[in-house]
């Protein structure tokens, strides 16, 4: 059974580009998460998806935007980016939305800001 | 608001030696409690979680976890370290309908 694919996984953009990273959940799997990994901040809540309905959501300006699509592969969305976003952003998936079932991550993408 | 600490930022243990990665919470309800780690480059792996039931918790590649309900920890713990355990391990609470939160993390060194 395939994991957790992101892509991709290193990226270099300017500041003030946008950047899109993708993930593909685990077969079967309908919920989707999103972390930002920095090592000042640790681990991030971004977002939450459960078949293509936002579920919960992070403190995190609304620069950052995210959505699932009918087979639960999910996308999020930088604009505008900053020195500060430099960071790994980490997608989880899990079977369902009932909270119990454990996260299965992504390897992540490494964005890095110039 | 929900909130994971683990108090120690690294943690050092000699091989063969039992070790324990602490984790306290605070949350309102009766929380989902994980254990992921995280080695280098990598994403982060599943160890175990407590959902109800049997306060100690079995899960992989040796590693326990004891539930203590009054004292709101989930103490990680292994009996004997191995060096290949030495990795980022991090706590995490998620209430009911509420999103995963983790913890700062705890660098464990398992010395030969």
């Known amino acids: 059974k395939a994991g957790v694919t992101q892509t991709p996984r290193y990226l270099i953009k300017t500041r003030g580009q946008q950047v899109t990273l993708s993930c593909s959940p685990i077969s079967g799997h309908r919920s989707v998460s999103w972390y930002q990994q920095t090592p000042g901040q640790g681990l991030q809540f971004l977002f939450e998806?459960?078949?293509?309905?936002?579920?919960n959501k992070g403190n995190f300006p609304g620069r950052f935007s995210g959505r699932q699509f009918s087979n639960s592969r999910s996308e999020m969305n930088v604009s505008t980016l900053e020195l500060g976003d430099s960071a790994l952003y980490l997608c989880a998936s899990s079977l369902g939305d009932t909270g119990y079932t454990e996260a299965f991550f992504g390897q992540g993408t490494r964005l890095t800001v110039v | 608001a929900q909130s994971v600490a683990q108090p120690e930022d690294q943690v050092n243990v000699a091989e063969g030696n039992p070790l324990t990665v602490k984790c306290t919470y605070s949350?309102?309800?009766?929380?989902?409690l994980f254990w992921y780690v995280q080695y280098p480059n990598r994403g982060l792996q599943f160890l175990l979680k407590y959902i109800t039931g049997d306060n100690l918790v079995k899960g992989s590649y040796g590693f326990e976890a004891e539930f203590n309900k009054s004292q709101t920890s989930f103490h990680l713990k292994k009996p004997s370290a191995l060096v290949s355990d030495s990795a980022l391990y991090f706590c995490?609470?998620?209430?009911?309908?509420?999103?995963?939160?983790f913890g700062s993390g705890t660098q464990l060194t398992v010395l030969p």
């Open positions: 949350v309102s309800g009766n929380p989902y």
């Open positions: 995490a609470v998620r209430p009911p309908a509420r999103q995963l939160t």
């Open positions: 998806y459960f078949s293509e309905t936002q579920r």
